[in-house]
Structures are given as structure tokens and as C-alpha cells.
């Protein structure tokens, strides 16, 4: 498997291609002096195309984005997620003394998304657009994803990490170490983030009325913890309207989420929200 992606730019530093290009277009590019930027251009045009060989696929508890957590860090239950490297590349050995370190960097491929925005509505941060470069947005130019995981264990060519937020089948690009003195800065600004959670209030509790848990309880093994942790968690966060969250306020008060084919119906009631009815589709709702 090959992953190609589109790497041109209308203009670029002249240290980023100042390396030698003189086979490419027949010009040098001498390093730490100015170079024209109509020849970086033109190298950036013939070389637009990289090709990335993933080195494995994750396997994890997760079937579609409802049921990933945003974030290791923020996953509602524990789960163990097991990166299982290709054969044939010596990856035995790269993986010797990685056991050693509590933390690893997964680069990996979000492989279902296929288009990306300049502006993105971040959950956390409130009801403003945000640039996607300054996001953790899944929906990229280069769809790159970055995770910092817990290491639980490393065997043969498989690593298990906790609470992967990949799902199942994610390409792997890469493993490095969490070195916690080169890369871990407490007291670094965090821009509109550290705003958002100035303002942010407390999180919600949630709660299901008997019949909406024995409902919950009749699915699926699957869609039944995707849709729980889903529900739990989005609530908890922020249950007023929102359209990422697919949340809207209903003729009688009451609110309405969607989820999969099912639209939950629920009530905000000082800081619990009662989760009351649902409906298997849009066009026809069972009031329990």
C-alpha cells in the first residue's frame, strides 16, 4: 500500500529546497543563500507527489468516529489498541529498546477523510471558527494524524498502546519515543485554547431514564458502547445547539441528538441532562 499526497505550495522558504537539485532542473540550490523563488516553485512542481509506505495498521475496539475518544487522554473508558508492523522490513529489530519507554508518538493516516477546510469549529471552543492549523481537526490538506499513547507492551512486530483514538485499520506511518525533558513544556501558551478553558463550564451529568438504558441495552454489543460513550460523552461536554455535534433545540423545548439512525431526545436541567426518548429516524419517533 502507497499513500500519495499532494505537497505543492505557492511559496516556501529558500532553505526548504536548498538542498542539490541540479539533476532535477539543472540548477543549484546553494544552502543559506537566496534562491529564486521561481526555481523553488518549479521544483516544488516536479516533486509535488511523496510517496508514503505505510509500516502497519492499528487494530482497535472502534468501528466509526462515534465510538473513538478525541484525544488518548480523553477516552470515557480504558481500551487496548494493538499496532501490528508489515513483515519483511527488519521492524523486529527497529522496535528493540522501545519497551523501555512509558510513552510513543503514533504518526498515522486518517484513511476515510477526503476533503478539509480552511476554518473548522473546534468541540471545545465555543461557537467560533478556528484556523485548521492552529486545531487537532482529523480533516487536513495531508490527512497526518499524531497521537501520544500510553506504551503497554511490544512483542515480536505488535506494540499494544491504551486508548488508541484510531479506528480500526488506520495505516501506521511511524513510532517515536515520548522524551518527556526534549518535549514536555507545562508552562507553553496554548492560544484560543487556554481562553476556551477560562470560560469553560463545568461538564454536565448525564443520566438515561430506565427505558432509554433498556433500549440502549437491546443493541448491538458494538453500537451500544459507541453510542453510550457517544452520548456520555458529547452531553457532558456541552449539549446546547450545535451543528458538529449534530444537537438542535426542538418546538417544545426539549433538545434532539443524532447519532448514527438514531436521534436521542433529552432535556438540560440545571447541570444534569436527562436523556428521555429516541426515535430510529428521523421521520418517526417512539416516545418512551
Known sequence: MVIKYNASFDYVLADAAAF????????NFPRGEKTDPFFLYLYLMIVRELALHPIGVIRTPFKTKYGAPRQPASAVE??????????????????????????????F????????????????????????????????????????????????????????????????????????????????????????????????????TPEVKKLLGAMEREDHREVTNYLTETLARDPHPHVYRRIKVLSDGTSVIAIKRWRFKFSIEGNVVRVFGVAHSKEEEVRL
Open 20 to 27: 542539490s537539485c541540479r539533476q532535477v532542473i539543472g540548477h
Open 78 to 107: 480504558k481500551t487496548v489498541g494493538v499496532i501490528a508492523l508489515l513483515e519483511g522490513s527488519n521492524f523486529e529489530q527497529a522496535l528493540d529498546d522501545l519497551r523501555d519507554f512509558d510513552y510513543i508518538w503514533v504518526l
Open 109 to 208: 493516516w486518517f484513511h476515510k477523510n477526503t476533503n478539509w477546510k480552511p476554518k473548522v469549529l473546534p468541540p471545545n471552543g465555543g461557537r467560533k471558527k478556528r484556523g485548521l492549523f492552529s486545531t487537532r481537526s482529523p480533516h487536513r490538506p495531508n490527512p497526518i494524524g499524531l497521537s501520544l499513547c500510553k506504551l503497554l507492551g511490544v512483542r515480536g512486530r505488535t506494540i499494544r498502546i491504551e486508548n488508541p483514538d484510531m479506528l480500526d485499520g488506520t495505516p501506521v506511518l511511524d513510532i517515536k519515543p515520548y522524551i518527556p525533558h526534549a518535549e514536555s513544556h507545562p508552562q507553553a501558551r496554548a492560544g484560543w485554547i487556554d481562553e476556551a478553558n477560562k470560560h469553560s463550564a463545568p461538564p454536565f451529568k448525564v443520566s438515561f
